[in-house]
């Protein structure tokens, strides 16, 4: 048998940072997968299902489940013009977004209609877990002139867009599971293929949302000024890098998603090859979601994760997922950009904060009849 060096680890976080020790332990394990070469750790940085999330990975090998399941989600924003924004009035103007795009749907005439791999469903949708969209507003400018290159001003709106879709992905990693389990790609180039594929659905599947609540709202669907991916495989000279949860970030402009009560922040990214040319792309878990839900419900009540400290309101008909969610969950943003400047790796351009945050259809806070008895109720 012959012995394999392990690859480098760089972990981009200050002492006073969260980082979980047994994601510094996944970050390891792959370093000591054959081929790999250097593993970059990212101030997001937490345990995931057989591989780190907030992590950049690269290797002379490709392995698809560095990369797992949501292929191709991402976080887009698109710049929204609204004359006024009352949460009140507008959470319930955000359409459904739990149900497919219909064939006959106005948004589709803001998108390109060509459906990568074929496959029409769940399109629209946001799914669940992190995902999420967001009507938000710019509290404050940090890069004046790169804000303005952007057409970004201090109390703008944006909708900001956070999704994939699992259903692609999960099929295109099962197929190579189910006969290679954790091992390499055989086919690098059928893989990338049909990755590449999913990484565009999750692009379209961005822009349609948008388009759909923009105009639900009341607003003219727009172009997106930022559309990073965060799951995916980049072949950058001659080299795999794999990226779970971590965005590119050479020469890159990345929104840092915070969490439904705390900012979020557009940075400008500059990463070099000791962070595998990636930054972080949001606040990242401190708790599982078990312990999120154990913890959540002995700290806040429904109605206090439905209203933020920021005053604004987040959708979610599912309070499981609420408390699954709440923003101490995750990390402190501030301290995640913070760790992104210090060593280089960003510059904070705008910083934005939720007005209505959709996580997923809150359709039993509207009165509807109870079919089995013939009453109203709420």
């Keep these: 048998m012959s012995q394999h060096q392990s690859a480098s680890v760089t972990v981009f976080a200050s002492d006073g940072s969260w980082i979980e020790s047994d994601a510094v332990t996944q970050c390891h394990q792959v370093a000591a997968l054959d081929g790999m070469l250097h593993v970059a750790a990212l101030p997001d940085l937490h345990p995931g299902k057989g591989a780190p999330i907030g992590a950049a990975m690269a290797s002379t090998v490709l392995y698809p489940h560095l990369v797992g399941s949501d292929i191709g989600c991402g976080i887009a924003v698109f710049p ?11 959470a319930g103007r955000f359409p459904d977004l ?3 795009v219909g064939p006959d749907d106005p948004a589709w005439a803001y998108v390109d209609a060509d459906i990568p791999a074929g496959h029409p469903e769940s399109l629209g949708t946001v799914g669940r877990g992190n995902h999420f969209v967001e009507l938000a507003r710019v509290r404050g400018v940090l890069d004046a002139g790169h804000a303005a290159r952007l057409g970004l001003a201090a109390g703008d709106l944006v909708l900001i867009v ?11 990693l ?13 086919d690098p180039d059928d893989y990338l293929a049909r990755h590449d594929e999913a990484v565009r659905w999750g692009s379209l599947n961005r822009r349609l949302m948008a388009a759909r609540v923009a105009l639900a709202l009341g607003a003219a669907p727009t172009a997106p000024i930022v559309d990073e991916c965060h799951n995916l495989v980049e072949v950058r000279d001659g080299v795999y890098l794999h990226r779970k949860g971590a965005a590119r970030g050479d020469g890159r402009d990345v929104l840092v998603a915070g969490t439904r009560g705390t900012p979020s922040y557009l940075v400008a990214g500059h990463a070099g090859p000791e962070a595998n040319h990636s930054v972080a792309h949001g606040a990242g878990r401190k708790m599982s979601r078990a312990d ?3 913890r959540g419900r002995v700290k806040h009540t429904v109605e206090e994760l439905r209203r933020t400290p920021l005053g604004s309101l987040v959708v979610c008909g599912d309070r499981q997922l609420l408390f699954e969610e709440a923003p101490t969950a995750y990390k402190r943003i501030e301290r995640v950009v913070g760790d992104l400047v210090a060593h280089g790796l960003a510059t904070p351009v705008a910083e934005t904060v939720p007005v209505v945050t959709y996580k997923t259809a809150d359709l039993g806070r509207a009165p509807r009849r109870d079919q089995r008895r013939g009453r109203v109720r709420s």
Excluded: F, M, N
Aim: charged fraction near 30%; hydrophobic fraction near 30%; avoid cysteine.
């Design 80 to 90: 929204v013009d609204l004359k006024r924004a009352v949460p009140e009035r507008l």
């Design 174 to 186: 099962r197929s190579h599971t189910e006969v290679h389990g954790a091992g390499p790609a055989p």
């Design 292 to 294: 999120a839900l154990v």
């Design 162 to 172: 956070h999704s994939g879709y699992r259903g692609l992905g999960e099929r295109i």
């Design 98 to 100: 739990d149900r497919p």
